[in-house]
């Protein structure tokens, strides 16, 4: 069965710092990755997806991941925190098998320090 | 293309009664899941329904129970609220294809049992 660790369930960084929040997967298959954005009172929106192929993807508003089969992880990182980026983040796993339901982390809010 | 849609956006209920919240997925998705947030549990799977029929099914008392319609849509049930059971409660949808598995939210019903 697939699993999703999230370290840290809040961080924070300065305005204009890196962004970095860390996700650690399990899975006995090739996993399909996923990092999701939640605001305040709204649902989840998808930043950016692995499912095959280059290993580094790139997302909306500036942030990115790259996927470490080796480390089984996937982080999120974006070069310059912004404001707007405050939000709790949520790292997702699912496989496509007969049980491919999409797996969640318990996210990490981002505070971004002026 | 519009998106998920969840009706209501908020529900004050009373400890006892019983509450339908309804989904309506993006079109031509058939896959649509239920999920439960709260600040203590974080985001929590609910059940899964694909092409009217339950898939997956979380961790949670028989209290809760869902349906989905030959359109998609989707309706959750929880019956004989309790206070533990106020929560945000989100819906995804997805294509459940392969390379498309992505979910899709929609903003969520904030139930509220005193």
Not at chain 1, 58 to 79: C, D, M, Q, R, V
Request: contains cysteine; aromatic residues 12%; positive net charge.
């Amino acid at each position: 069965a697939q699993s999703v660790t999230q370290l840290g369930s809040h961080v924070s960084v300065s305005e204009g710092a890196l962004v970095l929040l860390r996700c650690n997967y399990s899975s006995s298959v090739p996993p399909y990755l996923f990092w999701y954005v939640q605001y305040p009172n709204q649902g989840l929106q998808l930043l950016l997806k692995y499912t095959t192929g280059a290993t580094l993807v790139k997302g909306i508003n500036g942030f990115e991941a790259e996927f470490k089969k080796s480390e089984t992880s996937f982080h999120l990182t974006k070069p310059s925190a912004h404001m707007s980026d405050a939000a709790e983040y949520f790292c997702a796993v699912s496989v496509m098998n007969r049980d491919d339901k999409i797996i969640f982390g318990k996210g990490t809010r981002l505070h971004i320090l002026p | 293309k519009a998106g998920v849609t969840q009706t209501p956006r908020y529900l004050i209920k009373t400890r006892g009664q019983q509450v339908t919240l309804s989904c309506s997925p993006i079109s031509g998705h058939r896959s649509v899941s239920w999920y439960q947030q709260t600040p203590g549990q974080g985001l929590q799977f609910l059940f899964e329904y694909f092409s009217e029929t339950q898939r997956n099914k979380g961790n949670f008392p028989g209290r809760f129970s869902g349906r989905q319609f030959s359109n998609s849509r989707s309706e959750m049930n929880v019956s004989t609220l309790e206070l533990g059971d106020s929560a945000l409660y989100l819906c995804a949808s997805s294509l459940r294809a392969r390379d498309k598995n992505e979910a899709f939210f929609g903003q969520g019903t904030r139930l509220t049992v005193v």
